[in-house]
T-cell receptor, first 111, second 115 residues
Framework: GEQVEQRPPHLSVREGDSAVITCTYTDPNSYYFFWYKQEPGASLQLLMKVFSSTEINEGQGFTVLLNKKDKRLSLNLTAAHPGDSAAYFCAVMDSNYQLIWGSGTKLIIKP | GALVYQYPRRTICKSGTSMRMECQAVGFQATSVAWYRQSPQKTFELIALSTVNSAIKYEQNFTQEKFPISHPNLSFSSMTVLNAYLEDRGLYLC???????????FGEGTRLSVL
């Protein structure tokens, strides 16, 4: 079945710098992907959902890139600010409509 | 707007006792509800997926005998943790979605501590 690997597990960047979190998946037929943000003590907040037909997806302060050839999904935060400090999780929907989760990245933004 | 409400937010129970948590879909009808556990330092483990008109499907390492789930209608689901022990500690999240191709909406979770 689908397997998802997320890197890095921990990431620390200075305020104003960019941060990149990457997930790789194994099933080339996967077509629906998600990024969630979890702030300390809080639940999961959906950042973006991505269909396989769209390789570049832009949100507020971040971009999600999908490389289908390499089976890689990345979350790129531009100009990170303290509010971006959180855990980030990718999830890939498998052919049974179930979500396969990455192991998470704990992002810390230093002043 | 649509949201998922979970109750209680936090609970503490004695080792060997049971506790029940609830999940309410507000503003939409959830065709499926997934229960997850996020243990300390771990990612999300899917406990079970409950889909309308289908039997509740439990993942490996989770059983109905330990985590009985009730899903009586499209707005509500509850799960009980029976005979809770230390390894059952964590944040229990309910993710509800309208259709198979939709991103699940999550409640704020029930944080379970076991003494």
């Amino acid at each position: 079945g689908e397997q998802v690997e997320q890197r890095p597990p921990h990431l620390s960047v200075r305020e104003g710098d960019s941060a990149v979190i990457t997930c790789t998946y194994t099933d080339p037929n996967s077509y629906y992907f998600f990024w969630y943000k979890q702030e300390p003590g809080a639940s999961l907040q959906l950042l973006m959902k991505v269909f396989s037909s769209t390789e570049i997806n832009e949100g507020q302060g971040f971009t999600v890139l999908l490389n289908k050839k390499d089976k890689r999904l990345s979350l790129n935060l531009t100009a990170a600010h303290p509010g971006d400090s959180a855990a980030y999780f990718c999830a890939v929907m498998d052919s049974n409509y179930q979500l396969i989760w990455g192991s998470g990245t704990k992002l810390i933004i230093k002043p | 707007g649509a949201l998922v409400y979970q109750y209680p937010r936090r609970t503490i129970c004695k080792s060997g006792t049971s506790m029940r948590m609830e999940c309410q879909a507000v503003g939409f009808q959830a065709t499926s509800v997934a229960w997850y556990r996020q243990s300390p330092q771990k990612t999300f483990e899917l406990i079970a997926l409950s889909t309308v008109n289908s039997a509740i499907k439990y993942e490996q390492n989770f059983t109905q005998e330990k985590f009985p789930i009730s899903h009586p209608n499209l707005s509500f689901s509850s799960m009980t943790v029976l005979n809770a022990y230390l390894e059952d500690r964590g944040l229990y999240l309910c993710g509800a979605r309208v259709g198979n191709n939709q991103a699940p909406l999550f409640g704020e979770g029930t944080r379970l501590s076991v003494l």
